[in-house]
């Protein structure tokens, strides 16, 4: 059964600090997506990664993927007050047109002053 | 707005009954995903549908079943219902071709009493 860990699973940052999110899967997967989820709302894609070595950014956020340790990684540059949310990452397991996303169980971000 | 839409947004009923949850997705996308997320279980996928046919099946429960319509529009059933099926239950919709990012409704709140 496929496995997914983050971790943090809290984080408390200061405005303009860095810092990664780290996203373990214990099955190969080539196709891993992470997601923002602000309190009492839905979910907003942020990043697809779908091969080894792929790394994207958007802002202030960059996502990779190394399908080889298993691993995805969220960094977050000079975070500010907007950033503050929780954020998932997802393994899918589908293979063709069939797409099976395990969850991790999230990292909330809360950026402060 | 990620144009996938969801109804009802609340839902309160009792235990032992039976809910329709209803979701249209976006223009276009073939397939259309339900989500649980609840406290104790975190966000978990239940069934895909594609153009009409079952796909692929998390962890859905035999008291739930699913349909998509020769609309697109998919319903989730959900039926003998306990103090423990109250969620926030999604649906996504996707593209038939990659890279396959899944697009949230706004999701259905169900509160079984």
């Known amino acids: 059964e496929l496995k997914v860990e983050q971790n943090p699973l809290f984080l408390s940052m200061q405005e303009g600090k860095n810092y990664t999110i780290y996203c373990n899967y214990s099955t190969t997967s080539d196709r891993l997506y992470w997601y923002r989820q602000d309190p009492g709302k839905s979910l907003e894609s942020l990043f697809v990664l779908l091969s080894n070595g792929a790394v994207k950014q958007e802002g202030r956020l960059m996502a990779s993927l190394d399908t080889k340790a298993r691993l995805s990684t969220l960094h977050i540059t000079a975070a500010v007050h907007d950033l503050s949310a929780t954020y998932f990452c997802?393994?899918?397991?589908?293979?063709?047109?069939?797409?099976?996303?395990?969850f991790g169980t999230g990292t909330r971000l809360q950026v402060t002053l | 707005d990620s144009g996938v839409t969801q109804t009802p947004k609340h839902l309160i009923t009792a235990t032992g009954q039976r809910v329709t949850l209803r979701c249209s997705p976006r223009s276009g996308d073939l397939s259309v995903y339900w989500y649980q997320q609840s406290l104790d279980q975190g966000l978990q996928f239940l069934i895909q549908?594609?153009?009409?046919?079952?796909?692929a099946k998390g962890n859905i429960l035999e008291r739930f079943s699913a349909q998509q319509f020769p609309d697109l529009h998919s319903e989730l059933n959900l039926s003998s219902l306990e103090l423990g099926d109250s969620a926030l239950y999604f649906c996504a919709s996707s593209v038939s071709q990659g890279p396959w990012e899944q697009y949230f409704g706004p999701g259905t709140r169900l509160t079984v009493t």
């Open positions: 997802a393994v899918d397991m589908g293979t063709g047109t069939a797409s099976k996303l395990t």
């Open positions: 549908y594609y153009n009409g046919e079952e796909r």
